[in-house]
């Protein structure tokens, strides 16, 4: 029956629109899947006030919340301020303990400062930072998933993706990482659901493993 249903709320990585979600299936008759898209934040705002506004799109109570990359983070500051059935991130970090040492440094130096105005005109630059990889062979392919090219959204999503303070994991969160990762090297990630061969963009190319394990990760 539609009232048992469970709401499962996907949002995607840095930039990208909820294409990269078009060949996960979950069974309909348990199933009900929604996707979300990025929002423009406004001047100087906080993630925590980014999160709260994000969460006016979560229409159903006790959503399961699944975020890719930078959207593993939103998903983790949206989980604080509504209940959860469950909470699960795919190719992200848990703690800012998890991030790689580039980002880090980033960090202390404020070198991120210098890389949207990079990025938005110069396309497979971008896609190599958010997908780790060089993709001059799939160029087209990817540019129908990395979308959100707006500056302020860029500047805010770097800079809150490179600072993020989470110090501790949040309790019950189920975390799936490729073993192959370029963007957040498995060596810093503990506590995780290992995908052999997985990338950071292995929600597109790994889907049938996720088909395959989504359903049972989310009833357990």
């Not at 029956?1 to 469970?6: D, E, G, Q, T, V």
């Not at 993630?47 to 930078?70: C, D, Q, W």
Request: charged share 20%; net charge positive; with cysteine.
């Amino acid at each position: 029956m539609l009232s048992n249903l469970i709401h499962v709320y996907f949002m995607p990585g840095m930039a990208a629109n909820s294409s990269i979600f078009e060949y996960i299936k979950l069974p309909e008759e348990q199933f009900k899947i929604h996707l979300l898209e990025w929002i423009i934040p406004t001047k100087n705002e906080s993630i925590t006030s980014y999160a709260k506004r994000m969460n006016l799109f979560v229409e159903h109570e006790n959503p399961v919340l699944i975020g890719v990359s930078f959207g593993g983070v939103l998903v983790q500051e949206m989980s604080k301020h509504i209940n959860c059935k469950k909470l699960i991130i795919i190719s992200s970090v848990k703690s800012k303990h998890e991030l790689p040492k580039r980002m880090r440094l980033a960090k202390i130096s404020k070198a991120y400062k210098l890389l949207p105005t990079q990025f938005v005109g110069n396309f497979e630059a971008f896609a190599k930072y958010a997908f780790g990889e060089t993709i001059k062979k799939r160029v087209n392919l990817y540019k129908k998933y990395l979308s959100v090219s707006d500056k302020r959204y860029l500047d805010w999503a770097i800079e809150n993706m490179v600072c993020w303070n989470q110090d501790a994991v949040i309790p019950g969160i189920v975390h799936i990482h490729g073993d192959h990762d370029p963007v957040f090297s498995i060596k810093h990630i503990s506590d995780c659901i290992v995908v052999k061969g997985g990338t950071h963009i292995m929600i597109i190319n790994k889907y049938k493993w996720f088909n395959e394990n989504l359903p049972q990760l989310i009833l357990s």
